[in-house]
């Protein structure tokens, strides 16, 4: 690929903004990103900016989400652990609720997890 200024020079990378094949002497260097122009520099900050944003916001939600199934998780345990108790105490009754509700938090649970996997 040759520079999109000087013809001849060969170009040493792509601007990030605008695709454009760049040599050493027109591209600046951002650190990140390599630009033709301070107009593409411009753009590939915001561009920047607008994906950390969004990386950071997937990973809240996720960690958010995390939280819910592990919480749910728990609340299925309990509820088991819960009929567990009061069919070991009440021995003559198998209390069908807890079983059921434990059963209700554990797929509440795992369809969450499945679903923000
Ligand atoms: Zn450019
Ligand atoms: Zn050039």
Request: overall charge negative.
């Given at each position: 690929m040759q520079c999109y200024r000087h013809a001849p020079a060969i170009a040493v990378g792509v601007c990030a903004a605008c695709f454009k094949g760049v040599c050493p002497e027109c591209g600046e260097d951002l650190g990140f990103a390599l630009v033709c122009s301070p107009a593409c520099a411009d753009r590939s900050r915001q561009l920047r900016e607008v994906n950390e944003k969004a990386t950071t916001i997937l990973k809240q939600r996720r960690s958010t989400m995390r939280t819910a199934v592990l919480f749910t998780a728990i609340l299925g345990v309990a509820s088991l652990a819960g009929g567990g108790f009061f069919t070991w105490r009440?021995?003559?009754?198998?209390?069908l609720y807890f079983y059921a509700t434990g059963a209700a938090f554990f797929y509440f649970a795992i369809a969450t997890h499945r679903r923000n996997r």
């Open positions: 009440y021995n003559d009754r198998f209390d």
